[in-house]
């Protein structure tokens, strides 16, 4: 008995071309964006770039009339320990997107409105930091007591981010409550999480032992979990390596000059 083979005719002129992507970045279906290295590095340098920023100005009291005097009197000190805090804090929203991934497998309420909280108290704290930069352009021009008496008499003035202070504290606890349902962090890690909520927040602040045990309980939550992401998958070649590492440094330092233009 012989069986036929059916074959299926051909179609002219409906092949479908492949499409070239624009730029070579594999598609991570773990987390698409913002993608397996730009989160893994962000999970691991963001909270040690907070944790610089915190332990560089613990020498000096916490409130904003010491602040500015230690400005004018260690400015290269005080300069590394806000910019390096400033950078940890935009640097920390990729970290944020990939954990809301993870937690949304599981709990997708919880990482969705973690998620969205946590995101805008990192939007608040950039603002905190253009506040903390244009004091000390006044220290540095005028004198720390002349830049103190002006922030003191403006501390208290509304603005649009003060409705995202709650934002700043709530979004790591209910994250941290995600991750824990979700199992994406164990609880003492899920704990450490949530230690986060305690960085005091606000303009011209210093270093107290909460912030100190605030910073080690980010580092402790989100760095393993970054070495995890970035082993997770097959590492690039040197070549791919040290061509994207050409293109980042090229790209921030004409992002660097052009700013400073404008």
């Known amino acids: 008995m012989t069986t036929t083979r059916r074959i299926a005719p051909a179609v002219h002129g ?24 730009v989160g893994g590095v962000s999970l691991v340098a963001a909270p040690v770039l ?27 000190l005080i300069a590394v320990s806000y910019g390096a805090f400033a ?18 497998r599981h709990s997708p ?16 704290r ?8 244009l004091a000390f352009q006044l220290a540095d021009r005028q004198g ?9 008499e403006t501390y208290g003035a509304f603005h649009i981010f003060s409705a995202f202070n709650v934002a700043i504290m709530g979004g790591w606890l209910l994250l941290a409550v995600g991750a824990w349902r ?12 949530a230690a986060t909520a305690a960085l005091p927040l606000g303009v011209l602040k ?7 045990v605030a910073v080690a309980g980010l580092c402790l939550a989100l760095v393993p979990l970054g070495v995890t992401v970035l082993r997770d998958g097959p590492a690039p070649g040197r070549a791919t390596a040290l061509r994207w590492t050409l293109v980042v440094t090229a790209a921030t330092a004409l992002m660097t000059l052009v700013g400073r233009a404008g």
């Not at 907070?50 to 009197?73: I, K, M, S, W």
């Open 144 to 152: 720390a007591e002349a830049a103190a008496r002006f922030v003191g």
């Open 50 to 76: 907070l944790a610089v920023g915190v332990l560089l100005r613990l020498p000096f009291p916490f409130f904003f009339p010491e602040q500015l005097a230690a400005r004018v009197e260690h400015p290269g």
């Open 126 to 133: 950039t603002f905190h930091a253009g506040v903390d930069h």
């Open 206 to 212: 210093g270093t107290t032992p909460l912030s100190v």
């Open 109 to 124: 309420g919880w990482a969705l409105w973690g998620g969205v909280l946590a995101v805008l108290g990192l939007f608040a």
């Open 14 to 37: 409906t092949a479908t071309p492949a499409k070239t992507p624009l730029l070579p970045v594999a598609w991570d279906g773990d987390a698409p964006f913002p993608g397996r290295w």
């Open 182 to 193: 979700a199992r994406a962090l164990g609880p003492v890690r899920a704990a450490a999480l």
């Open 87 to 104: 950078a940890g804090t935009v640097l920390l929203w990729p970290a944020l997107a990939v954990l809301a991934v993870r937690i949304g």
